[in-house]
């Protein structure tokens, strides 16, 4: 059994840009939620994906927005990146119905400069 | 509110202490509350969590309290060890929703 993966695992990117992060749910796991964890902080809520469909979301920005696909991967896109963005972001995967078993990728670091 | 805090910021114990990291949370919604241990460069791993039926739950050397009516938790680690030293959370989860984590607990254990 495998467990969350994320890629990449670090990554530099100029204000402006766009980024796509991606993220690889454990075997049997069919939502995936986002995280942002700025540097001495708890995880920030981003939004979650269940059946390929947004299922909540926390206090971002549009510009903030996700793919979940039918493997249940998810991708993360960012667009015009703020030096704010600059953080952990977290993949967690479960299963809908399951009881609590949710796990943590390692991350993303990601740096706007 | 979905707030969730927690004290203290920071913690130092020397080996073979009691680590006690307390949290408060407002949201009654809240049916889970797990607390997650996290070492630099690496994601939230999981260290132990209680349902709000049960007031108390330990797992070897972690134990939750849990105070319903105060709606305060609290981790507890006896035999503190250098290699406990890393950034604690604790959260609370309504079902099917997201998790609400507090700032966190940075713990040092002296050797």
């Known amino acids: 059994e495998t467990g969350v993966t994320q890629s990449p695992t670090h990554l530099i990117k100029t204000r402006g840009q766009q980024v796509t992060l991606r993220c690889s749910s454990q075997s049997g796991h069919n939502t995936v939620s986002w995280y942002q964890q700025a540097l001495g902080q708890g995880p920030q809520f981003i939004f979650q994906y269940y059946r390929e469909e947004e299922n909540g979301r926390g206090n971002f920005p549009p510009r903030f927005s996700g793919l979940q696909f039918p493997n249940y991967s998810s991708e993360l896109n960012v667009n015009a990146l703020e030096l704010d963005d600059s953080a952990l972001y977290l993949c967690?995967?479960?299963?809908?119905?399951?009881?609590?078993?949710?796990?943590f990728g390692s991350g993303t670091r990601l740096t706007v400069v | 509110q979905q707030q969730v805090k927690q004290s203290p910021q920071s913690l130092i114990v020397q080996k073979g202490g009691i680590s006690i990291i307390n949290c408060a949370y407002e949201?009654?919604?809240?049916?889970?509350f797990p607390w997650y241990q996290q070492f630099p460069g690496k994601g939230p791993a999981l260290l132990i969590a209680?349902?709000?039926?049960?007031s108390e739950k330990k797992e070897g050397r972690f134990t939750i309290s849990f105070n319903k009516s105060a709606k305060q938790f609290s981790l507890h680690i006896m035999d503190s060890q250098p290699g406990d030293s890393a950034t604690y959370f604790c959260?609370?989860?309504?079902?099917?929703?997201?998790?609400?984590f507090g700032p966190g607990t940075r713990l040092s254990v002296l050797p």
């Open positions: 209680i349902r709000p039926d049960v």
């Open positions: 949201n009654t919604a809240f049916d889970y």
């Open positions: 959260a609370g989860l309504n079902y099917g929703q997201n998790f609400v």
């Open positions: 967690a995967s479960s299963s809908r119905g399951g009881d609590y078993g949710y796990t």
